[in-house]
């Protein structure tokens, strides 16, 4: 099992910026990916950026050159920095961990981008 909390969501306004972490505890084992995802209301679970533990990332062309994913694998966390949002940013975001075929999510965290 591996256990997912995430925190830093907020409101902010357009053009700001806010920072979302996910603490991962468990059996997070060392070969994974980790991601977070977002979904706004009515709209499918979308895949917002992910990085694996090799530290290769990947990122939504809605999102490419704002938002950047990282991790620190000594605290077993990663981070979102989003940069220069936009209102169509609001949504729920998830941290999720893929391993083995298996996959766990949190339980999400609201960011709403309005003035």
């Known amino acids: 099992q591996v256990q997912l909390v995430e925190s830093g969501g907020g409101l902010v306004q357009p053009g700001g910026s806010l920072r979302l972490s996910c603490a991962a505890s468990?059996?997070?084992?060392?070969?994974?990916?980790m991601g977070w995802y977002r979904q706004a209301p009515g709209k499918q679970r979308e895949l917002v950026a992910a990085i694996t533990s090799g530290g290769i990332t990947n990122y939504a062309d809605s999102v490419r050159g704002r938002f950047t994913i990282s991790s620190d694998n000594v605290k077993n966390t990663v981070y979102l920095q989003m940069n220069s949002l936009k209102p169509e940013d609001t949504a729920i975001y998830y941290c999720?961990?893929?391993?083995?075929?298996?996959?766990?999510w949190g339980q999400g965290t609201q960011v709403t981008v309005s003035s």
């Open positions: 468990g059996s997070i084992g060392s070969i994974y990916a």
């Open positions: 999720n961990h893929k391993r083995l075929g298996l996959n766990y």
